[in-house]
């Protein structure tokens, strides 16, 4: 991680980042600790609350957060929220602001955000990230990138801060929502995948973990396969990817992409049938349950 300083000439924009939560608390952590000085906000204000400790300024409400910020990071559940949420801070954004937009939306959602942006006269990059709750910790992120190219100087200090890398898609505005959609559409079916061998093995009786072992040190094995497979393994599910995250996103990949994401149609009823059940909390390798169709 670039460690930025406030001394004259070095790039350290302002930074408010907009949604504390699973993801967000993990990024403002790195964000400050990058030396950047940041503004954090949440609706509940006890998630944001900790974070002081960091070096980040609580703020008392949005407005607040975003006054003087270079960058405004928005980490929220969906395209309505963000929305909702930047309209609290009307004509409070910093002249030249850019919207750095870190949430899951979708293309729809995108499009909306886009408008919403150009609204309140924010300059807008589209910037999902790949990663769950760990690598959000860890500042390993990856971070996936569109938007005008005047906004890259602006925002690259506070991409050093939460991804390992970005992989920037040039100027088309919703290019990073669009593979953001392809890269979780693996990750959901990834989980799945893992799951039904798993429950395979056991239909024919076998101990169910032995294709956990049979893969192990192999070339099928990888650091998503063991962590997934861990938690399978122990029945318990602390979220870092939540079974109603998870069905959001596929909802928006099924949406979009149609008859070329079968794999991800059966998902989304797999995950539609946890969250039914309850189980909405839990990590995505709760799909190792029994429950639904």
Do not use: C
Not at 6 to 31: D, F, K, S
Not at 44 to 52: D, F, T
Request: hydrophobic letters at 50%.
């Amino acid at each position: 991680m670039t460690v930025y300083t406030t001394a004259e000439g070095v790039n350290a924009p302002r930074v408010a980042l907009l949604g504390t939560g699973t993801m967000g608390a993990g990024m403002a952590r790195n964000i400050a600790t990058a030396g950047l000085p940041l503004a954090v906000w949440n609706r509940s204000p006890e998630r944001a609350a900790p974070l002081a400790e960091a070096g980040a300024r609580v703020a008392s409400d949005v407005a607040d957060a975003v006054r003087d910020a270079d960058v405004v990071v928005t980490m929220l559940w969906d395209a309505d929220v963000v929305a909702e949420v930047l309209q609290e801070a009307r004509g409070r954004f910093a002249e030249g602001a850019v919207l750095l937009q870190t949430s899951t939306v979708g293309i729809e959602g995108h499009a909306a955000l886009r408008d919403v942006a150009g609204d309140l006269g924010l300059r807008y990059v589209d910037a999902p990230v790949l990663g769950t709750k760990h690598p959000a910790e860890q500042g390993t992120l990856v971070v996936l990138a569109s938007g005008p190219d005047d906004t890259r100087p602006v925002v690259a200090p506070v991409l050093d801060a939460i991804g390992s890398r970005t992989v920037w898609l040039g100027d088309r505005g919703d290019a990073a929502s669009r593979l953001k959609l392809a890269a979780n559409a693996f990750v959901l079916n990834v989980t799945a995948a893992i799951a039904e061998s798993r429950a395979i093995t056991g239909a024919l009786g076998l101990d169910p973990d032995l294709f956990l072992e049979a893969i192990r040190g192999g070339p099928l094995e990888s650091p998503f396969v063991t962590a997934k497979g861990r938690l399978m393994t122990a029945g318990d599910y602390p979220a870092a990817f939540a079974v109603d995250g998870g069905l959001k996103d596929a909802r928006f990949i099924v949406g979009s992409a149609g008859a070329t994401a079968p794999l991800t149609a059966v998902t989304v009823e797999r995950l539609a049938a946890l969250s039914a059940a309850g189980h909405g909390d839990e990590d995505i390798a709760a799909l190792a349950r029994p429950v639904g169709p």
